[in-house]
């Protein structure tokens, strides 16, 4: 094939319909079908990226390999497709900007008035455009954030009206996403929000192809066919999308539905080829029919919002299957734990997560988890702050350091068991500068993680400041602390464990964010496994 296919995909009526799994379930159908799919997320708001966001605002930030700080929408498409994303996959109108006020200042502009049309919708045109001329896609599907009609998305829906136009029908096409309310006093599904926003769209030049409706209730075929006879689309461009147990089952819902089927004839793709969802399928059927179960208390202080430890999470649904064995995910408040309490609050768990984060609030009741974790051979999995709070625990209970703590807590700390890196220290903007991205980790030989990894080096994902401080590297290590992964260029720690526990493994890299359904990350998996020992 020679030119690449753009299919849009926008969202009407409310937030949160699930435009990322919708986009991400059919890009595996597409895929499932021999195409190169990636995905995009343009985001409208004004940060440069989600990096220096408060996780409480917009769920957690997503790191790609090279070092992109995005919004978690990347992390469903990496875990759909198995296949990585970079920083071209996610656009923020803040990156936008900057890029046109940059070349305004070098005077690429030759004296001209710099207008939000054409300037800042050829800078969207050429980002959305970038993937596409890559050569390493045939579809390139890219979801709008937000919802149309916003004042904030005008320049992304200018910018697919004019690519529309350009690319041609049969290259480009628009998938609008929308909420089919459910009124109970009336007993009626309602199709009016749907017809609005459908003009809304319209009134901006842009005619939907496919509606994919989101709903609590089956559609009728009366139903579906008075949608579209309304907002001007073919019957079976009328996609149900129905309330899912669990996001994995959507993209057979999607398939059911013939949405790549009207999707492939719209773009004149007429592969009659059968998705192929083998591997897919078979791990659906072993996340539905565990054989046992295990709980795991995931120790944080973003807590309240489950978006904040959204790869997590997954990443304990891929591990779960592979291991055959249903993960509950106790989420524990780490600021109301302390050593008083902590007994009962970890009580009747199988194992400990304790999540990465920043500053100090909640960090004591971390440290508490992580002491009672290695005294009762409760399994101990510490990604990042985790890990970080393991060497604290071990400098203060183990070294008997009373001091010790990490410069990022108290920057005076007489025991800086964690310190700041040393090419972070005269850095003085908070965005995108902290150490991101994939690097390089030498395992020890024997270790633990040796054979869990099963390989001498790997390549892990980073997003933090703070480091193992070398200095303490001999007595903690003496002490029984061994470190197991390092990087080979800098001798920075990446990995510690103790080899007695039946599983206390911490990782200052995030794991999470590479774990997918084809390729379940074999921390989260042997972790799962020690808990599930643990249960027996
Ligand atoms: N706050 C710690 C650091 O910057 C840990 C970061 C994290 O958990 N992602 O090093």
Known sequence: MTTTKYIFVT????????KGIIAASLAKLLQARGYRVTIQKLDPYINIDPGTLNPYEHGECYVTDDGAETDLDLGHYERFLNTPTSQANNVTTGRIYQSVIDKERRGEFLGKTVQVVPHITNEIKERIQILGKSGDYDIVITEIGGTVGDIESLPYIESVRQLKWELGDDNALVIHLTLI?????AGELKTKPTQHSVKTLMESGIRADILVCRTEHELSEDLKKKLALFCNVQKEAVIQSIDASTIY????????????????????????????????NAFLKR????????????????????????SILESFIHAGAENEVKVNVKSIHSEYINAENISEELQGLNGILVAPGFGERGIEGKIEAVRYARENNLPFFGICLGMQMAVIEYSRNVLGLKNANSIEMD????????????????????????RLGSWKCELV????????????????????????????????????????GTNPETGLVEIIEIPEHPYFVGVQYHPEYKSTVANPHPLFVSFVKAAHEHSK
């Open 181 to 185: 309310p459910y009124l109970s006093a």
């Open 411 to 434: 920057p005076g700390t007489k025991e800086p068991v964690i310190n700041l890196m040393e090419d972070q220290k005269n850095i003085t903007e908070m965005g995108g500068t902290m």
């Open 249 to 280: 089952d959507v993209p057979n819902m999607m398939l059911e539905e013939g949405l790549d089927v009207v999707t492939l004839h719209k773009l004149k793709l007429l592969n009659t080829v059968e998705p192929n969802l083998k591997h897919w």
């Open 445 to 484: 030989k024997g270790s633990k993680v040796y054979g869990i990894y099963g390989k001498d080096t790997i390549d892990e994902r980073h997003r933090h400041r703070y480091e193992y401080n070398n200095d303490y590297r001999d007595v903690l290590e003496e002490a029984g602390l061994a470190t197991t």
């Open 11 to 18: 969202g009407g009526v409310s937030s949160s319909l699930g």
């Open 287 to 310: 996340h539905k029919n565990p054989k046992a179960e295990v709980t795991i208390g995931l120790i944080g202080k973003y807590v309240e919002l489950q978006d904040s430890y959204k």
